[in-house]
């Protein structure tokens, strides 16, 4: 028995020698390297000349180019010099199928803008084809612009899943519920049955998080908000949800509930983990305290808030208080785009105004929120938000070669103070290459352009 064992041992060995003999390498599905690698994990480190080894659905490692070079042979790779890899980025909020409403109006008050165009092109077009149509469109700017993950409310949200699924992209999706009829429902009740339909045919998804996204307390009774609230727990998936967009909304929550919209919500029982909070711009200190005491993400959308005169987040307050910060495009009819690297600059530009102190929100707080912050929010963190050994493989390179980006002393304020969308070359999600220099290969460009000038056509008629 002894000598059985010796023999295996060293047989053993012999076969480890062997290996190490043929350089040891690790065959991989993909290396990124020689790039400036920003990684957003928790030191913050950045890696002059780096790579990245995915394998599969997941990174593998981030390091030196070198020593990735030593380890790892890509059967795939791709030559970042010159260029500066990141983590995908994540939109916290928007309504996808939206970008067919982009500049329909402009400089309206909001209830104009609401009542005279955005509902009423709603009512019209607002359909299953509609919403594909949509979501392809958004889908291919978002991949354009280095959105890895995108969080929707919308309607027909299953639909949008299909579209978001063959896009590639990650989404948190979230069924709409609202209390008057609407394209997909005529009552909350069907709204509330549709949404159990849909997660329970999404969830478990690689790329799909469903969710229940109940409007706001004020188009919603108590007893839906809380139903909604119920779906999402028993179910085991985000709730999405508008708080504190506008003083109109804090106005209703005084007149009809003695209490703000975020303290009315808590009193329901409606604040917890697995909550997204898309605006909170009108929270006092306390409304801040209860978020973070319930574990809640809150969604900042600068460029929405500051084109409908909304008002500006208390995002200095928030990151002070330790609430879990991402940052949203909201929809493209109120921005009128989706690249998070304009709405990563807003935010910090609006919030060094409002403070009178250019030193809040710094470039690097900016692109947090854009990326690991944004992840923190939706409860992704330990997927998604960085580029770290064992999180998936959502990653984007950016090109740092033109005027505007030259020269370049610090990626990390390139990234948030000269970078635009157009910059992203090459976006991975889960490991999959959507686009790579600058040409999608999930996606039929021209064709999505045409159909959806084809919906605008329709539209222009519906709001006549
Ligand atoms: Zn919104």
């Given at each position: 028995m002894r000598k059985f064992l010796f023999v295996t041992t060293l047989l053993a060995l012999a076969i480890l020698a062997m290996l190490s003999a043929q350089g040891g390498q690790r065959q991989v599905s993909l290396v990124i390297a020689n790039g400036t690698v920003v990684t957003m994990d928790g030191s913050g480190r950045v890696i002059a000349n780096g790579a990245v080894a995915v394998d599969g659905t997941d990174i593998v490692a981030v390091d030196t180019a070198d020593a990735i070079a030593r380890q790892f042979r890509g059967r795939d790779t791709i030559d970042a010099a010159g260029r500066v890899v990141l983590p995908g980025l994540i939109n916290t909020h928007t309504h996808a199928p939206m970008v067919l409403f982009r500049g329909l109006a402009d400089d309206l008050a909001l209830m104009d803008w609401l009542n005279k165009y955005i509902f009423p092109a709603e009512a019209k077009t607002v359909s299953p084809e509609f919403v594909r149509a949509g979501t392809r469109l958004a889908a291919l700017e978002m991949i354009e612009s280095g959105t890895t993950t995108f969080t929707d409310m919308y309607y027909f949200e299953e639909e949008i899943a299909k579209e978001t699924r063959t896009a590639g992209l990650r989404g948190v999706l979230g069924q709409t519920v609202i209390q008057f009829p609407v394209a997909d429902?005529?009552?909350?009740?069907?709204?509330?049955?549709?949404?159990?339909?849909?997660?329970?045919?999404?969830?478990?998804?690689?790329?799909?998080?469903?969710?229940?996204?109940?409007?706001?307390?004020?188009?919603?009774?108590?007893?839906?908000?809380?139903?909604?609230?119920?779906?999402?727990?028993?179910?085991?998936?985000?709730?999405?949800i508008h708080v504190a967009e506008t003083r109109d909304e804090v106005k209703t929550a005084q007149e009809r509930f003695k209490s703000s919209p975020t303290a009315y919500l808590d009193s329901?029982?409606?604040?917890?983990?697995?909550?997204?909070?898309?605006?909170?711009?009108?929270?006092?200190?306390?409304?801040?305290?209860?978020?973070?005491?319930?574990?809640?993400?809150?969604?900042?959308?600068?460029?929405?808030?500051?084109?409908?005169?909304?008002?500006?987040?208390?995002?200095?307050?928030?990151?002070?208080?330790?609430?879990?910060?991402?940052?949203?495009?909201?929809?493209?009819?109120?921005?009128?785009?989706?690249?998070?690297?304009?709405?990563?600059?807003?935010?910090?530009?609006?919030?060094?105004?409002?403070?009178?102190?250019?030193?809040?929100?710094?470039?690097?707080?900016?692109?947090?929120?854009?990326?690991?912050?944004?992840?923190?929010?939706?409860?992704?963190?330990?997927?998604?938000?960085?580029?770290?050994?064992?999180?998936?493989?959502?990653?984007?390179?950016?090109?740092?070669?033109?005027?505007?980006?030259?020269?370049?002393?610090?990626?990390?304020?390139?990234?948030?103070?000269?970078?635009?969308?157009?910059?992203?070359?090459?976006?991975?999600?889960?490991?999959?290459?959507?686009?790579?220099?600058r040409k999608v290969l999930t996606l039929d460009e021209p064709a999505i352009i045409r159909e959806a000038q084809g919906w605008a056509e329709k539209v222009r008629a519906a709001v006549k």
């Open positions: 429902a005529r009552t909350p009740a069907d709204a509330l049955a549709r949404a159990e339909k849909f997660i329970t045919e999404f969830k478990g998804d690689p790329l799909i998080t469903p969710a229940v996204a109940p409007h706001a307390m004020y188009t919603l009774d108590g007893p839906t908000l809380k139903a909604a609230r119920e779906l999402s727990k028993r179910l085991g998936v985000p709730t999405l329901l029982g409606f604040l917890g983990p697995g909550v997204l909070v898309a605006h909170g711009v009108w929270v006092s200190d306390e409304d801040i305290a209860i978020l973070k005491m319930r574990g809640v993400g809150v969604s900042h959308n600068p460029e929405s808030n500051m084109k409908l005169a909304s008002g500006a987040a208390p995002v200095t307050a928030y990151l002070r208080a330790g609430v879990p910060l991402g940052l949203g495009t909201d929809g493209a009819a109120s921005n009128n785009d989706l690249d998070m690297f304009e709405a990563m600059r807003m935010a910090s530009m609006l919030n060094k105004l409002v403070t009178s102190d250019p030193r809040a929100v710094p470039a690097k707080t900016a692109l947090e929120m854009a990326t690991i912050g944004g992840a923190r929010a939706l409860g992704m963190d330990r997927q998604i938000g960085s580029l770290e050994g064992g999180k998936r493989a959502d990653i984007i390179i950016v090109g740092m070669s033109s005027a505007r980006q030259t020269p370049m002393y610090d990626p990390i304020s390139h990234l948030v103070y000269v970078t635009r969308g157009d910059d992203v070359q090459t976006t991975i999600v889960n490991g999959r290459i959507l686009m790579r220099d």
